[in-house]
């Protein structure tokens, strides 16, 4: 099935937090793509996917990154798509780098940014977010609430 979510990471490393992400949307039947793509070791190739992402079907993107980390706001910044950033914590600081750099955006370019490694709700977020025009995902949804309150 054509991907309907973009999960984008800065670097390979992030991948074991990411592919939590990748597993939500595996539970819910929602089809994605799954690239490393970096704001500043491969600028180029991320203007062009940013770019390319409503035409190719995409409907969230969901960028993960840590240290100075701009890529989810450098994709919100080319796409009218949400995005939804996550902050990945490495050595340094902890991932509070990440946090402000993905959760800080100037006035008219949101990123919605969930908390430091928080891939899952990342995807929880991007599941609610097609729910709006998806009944079976909304129906899914719910039940999956349903089951965190048991
Ligand atoms: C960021 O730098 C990446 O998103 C990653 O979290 C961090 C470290 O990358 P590597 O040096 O492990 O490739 O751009």
């Given amino acids: ?8 990471m800065g670097s390979n490393s992030d991948m074991p937090i990411m592919k939590e992400a990748a597993h ?34 995409l409907s969230v993107i969901i960028a993960g990154a840590g240290g100075a980390a701009h890529l989810a706001g450098v994709i919100a910044s080319l796409t009218a798509l949400p995005v939804i950033g996550v902050p ?8 509070v780098d990440a946090l402000y750099s993905t959760v800080q955006m100037p006035s008219g370019v949101p990123v919605a940014t969930v ?36």
Avoid: C, W
């Fill in 24 to 57: 939500i949307l595996d539970e819910f039947l929602v089809p994605y793509e799954m690239r490393t793509l970096s704001a500043h070791r491969t600028p180029g190739a991320t203007h062009a996917y940013a770019r390319a992402a409503t035409k190719r079907g």
């Fill in 115 to 150: 908390g430091i490694n928080s891939a899952k709700n990342a995807a929880l977020l991007t599941v609610q977010i097609l729910s709006l025009s998806d009944e079976r995902l909304a129906k899914k949804f719910s039940a999956y609430k349903r089951a965190l309150a048991k």
């Fill in 88 to 95: 990945i914590k490495t050595q340094s600081l902890d991932g």
């Fill in 1 to 8: 099935m054509k991907p309907v979510v973009g999960i984008i």
